[in-house]
């Protein structure tokens, strides 16, 4: 056997149980997903397996186009407010915090490793009308009865905001801290104001970590159904809600596995586009 050969097959041996986790945790349930999304409805509840178009007819009518909107809205919103949020914080961990940008990071990564319903439960505490901040502004005399904010959008993207923050942080302060200090010099010797070297120097080779940052929020903000469940008291329905109230209130399992499908498909439209954008990005810059 040739050295080449036993490359390739201690290659193969190592990556076997990745590819096999990958095939019995992800592509075996995308399938059977695929297949059920096919399938009819019986009497009981149940699926009957067979190919049929009835499930995806029946989603994309009329009825189910708020519930994309409000999906996509959502997303977009969450998207854009983490984007405010998070890109001033990585700017500054990356460029200003100097030794204590290691520490910053852990900050705002040990949160984090609590469980997701718990930290979610202690905004619940902190939102209600007898909560931390309602108590605090009723002592502080700025109101005058508590402010209802459970069951509110703005609660909803607080929510998706402390759900979200970290993955929009670390990948631009990623870009950022791989910047050239060199060009920000660069420009300032050539006159630019902060503003323009920051238009024309920092903003533009921290893209890639912007781009990262959104694909990272707004596909998985697509489906989120804990949060608008808990924070917004579930009135507004979105993908996430409509899978699992499919699923567990309707029973049924076809169309709910059609709706997995169709949120799959736009999820991987949105990744290809991504990765074609970088491209671009990355040819124009060199």
């Known amino acids: 056997m040739t050295a080449a050969r036993r490359g390739n097959l201690m290659t193969l041996a190592l990556l076997a149980p990745s590819l096999l986790s990958a095939v019995l945790l992800l592509v075996i349930p995308i399938l059977i997903v695929i297949a059920f999304s096919f399938a009819e409805q019986d009497t009981y509840g149940g699926a009957r397996f067979g190919f049929t178009l009835t499930s995806y007819r029946e989603l994309f009518q009329t009825i189910y186009l ?146 990262a940052a959104i694909l990272f929020v707004f596909v998985p903000a697509m489906g989120v159904y804990a949060i608008p469940v808990l924070l917004g008291g579930g009135k507004s329905i979105i993908l996430g809600n409509l899978i699992v109230q499919l699923f567990l209130d309707f029973r049924n399992i076809p169309l709910g596995a059609a709706v997995s499908v169709v949120l799959l498909a736009i999820s991987s439209v949105i990744i290809v586009c991504y990765m074609r954008v970088l491209r671009s990005v990355e040819e124009a810059r060199t």
């Open 66 to 211: 708020p519930i994309f909107t409000n999906s996509l809205q959502l997303a977009a919103v969450s998207t854009i407010v983490c984007l405010l949020v998070g890109y001033p914080i990585a700017y500054f961990i990356a460029l200003r915090a100097g030794r204590y940008a290691g520490l910053l990071l852990a900050l705002l990564l040990i949160p984090f490793w609590i469980d997701f319903i718990v930290r979610m439960s202690a905004w619940m505490v902190l939102l209600g009308r007898g909560g931390t901040i309602n108590s605090a502004l009723l002592g502080l005399g700025l109101i005058e009865q508590p402010i209802r904010m459970i069951g509110t959008y703005p609660a909803v993207l607080v929510g998706m905001l402390y759900a979200f923050l970290p993955t929009t942080v670390l990948p631009i302060h990623a870009a950022l801290n791989g910047l050239d200090k060199r060009l920000l010099e660069a420009a300032d010797d050539l006159g630019a104001t902060p503003l323009q070297s920051f238009w024309r120097v920092t903003f533009p080779l921290s893209l890639p970590g912007v781009m």
